[in-house]
């Protein structure tokens, strides 16, 4: 089966960096669009990077200049280096990506179970 594990969460201070991973896994026959989303107690999940197959990106306004999203396809993986992080930054951090496999060869959405990126003194 397919699945996204993430990892490079944590606790950093004001205008510090932090580098997030998400590696797929499984019977992958296609791996294209990826990004990062992130959800903040009592707002919308809202897409903060994504990169198509091509290496095309795009960001959401509040983080640009400071965020960069990339992949590696030899690895399967997409990374998010996040720079001069302020603490409306806060959130939990998800991976998403659109995958087709060998059993199921139309493009299929999957999610990483999350995880947390804490901005604070």
């Known amino acids: 089966q397919v699945q996204l594990v993430e990892s490079g969460g944590g606790l950093v201070q004001p205008g510090g960096s932090l580098r997030l991973s998400c590696a797929a896994s499984?019977?992958?026959?296609?791996?294209?669009?990826m990004g990062w989303y992130r959800q903040a107690p009592g707002k919308p999940r809202e897409l903060v990077a994504a990169?198509?197959?091509?290496?095309?990106?795009n960001y959401v306004d509040s983080v640009k200049g400071r965020f960069t999203i990339s992949r590696d396809n030899a690895k399967n993986t997409v990374y998010l280096q996040m720079n001069s992080l302020n603490p409306e930054d806060t959130a939990v951090y998800y991976c998403?990506?659109?995958?087709?496999?060998?059993?199921?060869?139309?493009?299929?959405?999957?999610w990483g179970q999350g995880t947390q990126v804490t901005v604070s003194s």
């Open positions: 990169i198509t197959s091509g290496g095309s990106t």
């Open positions: 998403y990506a659109r995958i087709a496999s060998f059993i199921a060869p139309s493009l299929q959405a999957y």
């Open positions: 499984g019977s992958i026959l296609s791996l294209n669009t």
